[in-house]
């Protein structure tokens, strides 16, 4: 923790070197379009579904990077000097972004925390809420979420480019539109399941299991640090035996050593979900979660 601030504060200083040298301007100068900084991938899954071809989109987290840990360079943080829209998740996910935007000076910044106006779930774990804050910051990780943030989004689109307002507008309810249809479609699947359980690498799905009345247990915790106890390990094997658990599902970016060893001891199988916190086998938002609902749904069945 204490190398990461080291590694932050270094950046902003160096930063401050550069904005005495930068304006910010209302459109990016080369092709006319705003300039939109991200800090993650479903921040640009969202952003891309609104602004389309009337944005350019700088993505602050690599793709292959784990968000939770990522702490921007100065690189990083030059992209947001003369950017027209600056889009977070919030909720304790991106923990660099206050420093981060005291120190730079651009006073047409929008800042989107897109999380904002959603209803959270706390986060209950006392080691994690030290380290992170009090909330799930899986948000994006739920249509309901997802909803949400692409409507903060778009009005801050809006408000960049008032003039645009109609196509945003029209691109958001195509959005929405989707996001309902899917939630619709799969809202009516799972009240046909009696089981509602399934098992999860990291504890990323609280919102998509209130989206739909089911229940994760995971290997991991929200934050995905650490590994889990010889007890935790014996109470997930207990809960997958018991609930006849037939896949553990795995992420990326978390290590799935623990929930090979879980699966095998239970005889399930080990499938990879979509957390979509880095673009993953080239899917859009809409398509990483109608598969991460077909796959829980094919689970309980």
Same mark, same amino acid.
């Given at each position: ?15 401050? *070197? ?8 209302? @459109?990016?100068?080369? *092709? ?6 991200? *800090?993650?991938? $479903? ?70 925390? $897109? ?6 779930? @706390? ?7 030290? =380290? %992170? ?8 990780? *739920? &249509? ?14 809006? @408000? ?41 690498? %990291?504890?990323?799905?609280?919102? &998509? ?42 992420? =990326? ?10 699966? @095998? ?37």
């Amino acid at each position: 923790m204490y190398k990461k601030c080291l590694i932050l504060f270094i950046s902003i200083c160096m930063l401050f *070197s550069l904005t005495s040298c930068m304006n910010s301007s209302s @459109k990016d100068s080369s *092709s006319g379009k705003i300039k939109v900084v991200v *800090s993650f991938n $479903a921040m640009k899954e969202f952003a891309y579904a609104i602004g389309k071809d009337k944005i350019n989109i700088i993505n602050m987290t690599p793709n292959g990077t784990e968000p939770h840990d990522f702490e921007p360079k100065t690189r990083d943080i030059e992209a947001l000097v003369d950017a027209n829209v600056f889009i977070y998740n919030g909720l304790g996910m991106e923990s660099w972004t206050s420093k981060t935007l005291k120190a730079i000076d651009n006073r047409k910044l929008i800042i989107v925390e $897109a999380s904002k106006g959603a209803h959270i779930i @706390k986060n209950t774990n006392s080691d994690e809420i030290k =380290d %992170h804050g009090e909330y799930d910051p899986h948000l994006w990780i *739920s &249509l309901k979420g997802a909803e949400v943030e692409a409507k903060n989004i778009k009005n801050a689109f809006v @408000k960049a480019d008032s003039k645009n307002k109609s196509f945003y507008e029209k691109n958001y309810n195509t959005f929405k539109n989707q996001l309902d249809e899917l939630y619709n479609s799969y809202s009516e699947k799972f009240k046909t399941t009696k089981n509602k359980n399934f098992v999860t690498g %990291h504890a990323a799905f609280a919102y &998509l299991c209130r989206d739909f009345s089911l229940n994760q247990q995971s290997v991991e915790d929200v934050f995905a640090e650490g590994e889990p106890s010889t007890r935790r390990l014996s109470e997930l094997t207990d809960f997958c035996k018991k609930n006849k658990v037939k896949t553990v599902f795995v992420e =990326d970016m978390v290590s799935p050593k623990v929930s090979n060893t879980l699966a @095998k001891e239970v005889g399930a199988k080990v499938e990879k979900i979509y957390t979509i916190e880095s673009k993953e086998d080239g899917k859009n938002y809409i398509e990483a979660m109608k598969a991460n609902l077909e796959m829980i749904y094919d689970s309980l069945k």
